[in-house]
């Protein structure tokens, strides 16, 4: 059973950083991609980053690039999102999710494993 917990998520200020963590455990987590995406009230699940098998392919949303930083380390069964000059804009539930595919990451599809979120909220 695959399982994704998710940490770090907090307050802080506009302009600030937060360095969200997901630990992966059940599989193989060096065999799969992962995925971060977020969900503001009322609005549907985005996607924020993500990261090849390796970790030597990323790939954003417009919205964040040159502001996160999406990581791995495939020793630890970590996955990381280092956001920076953070936005209000920013603020919602982010999630990691796993996927075994390589192709189509940005859709919430392709992914069959997810965590359970952790608030992230940025005050103006």
């Known amino acids: 059973q695959v399982q994704l917990v998710e940490s770090g998520g907090g307050l802080v200020q506009a302009g600030g950083s937060l360095r969200l963590s997901c630990a992966a455990s059940?599989?193989?987590?060096?065999?799969?991609?992962m995925g971060w995406f977020r969900q503001a009230p009322g609005k549907e699940r985005d996607f924020v980053a993500a990261?090849?098998?390796?970790?030597?392919?990323?790939y954003y949303s417009g919205s964040v690039k040159g502001r996160f930083t999406i990581s791995r380390d495939n020793a630890k069964n970590m996955v990381y999102l280092q956001m920076n000059s953070l936005k209000p804009d920013d603020t919602a539930v982010y999630y990691c999710?796993?996927?075994?595919?390589?192709?189509?990451?940005?859709?919430?599809?392709?992914?069959?494993?997810w965590g359970q979120g952790t608030q992230v909220t940025v005050s103006s």
């Open positions: 999710a796993e996927t075994s595919l390589n192709a189509g990451l940005a859709s919430p599809d392709a992914y069959h494993y």
């Open positions: 059940g599989r193989t987590f060096s065999s799969y991609a």
């Open positions: 990261i090849s098998w390796s970790g030597s392919v990323t």
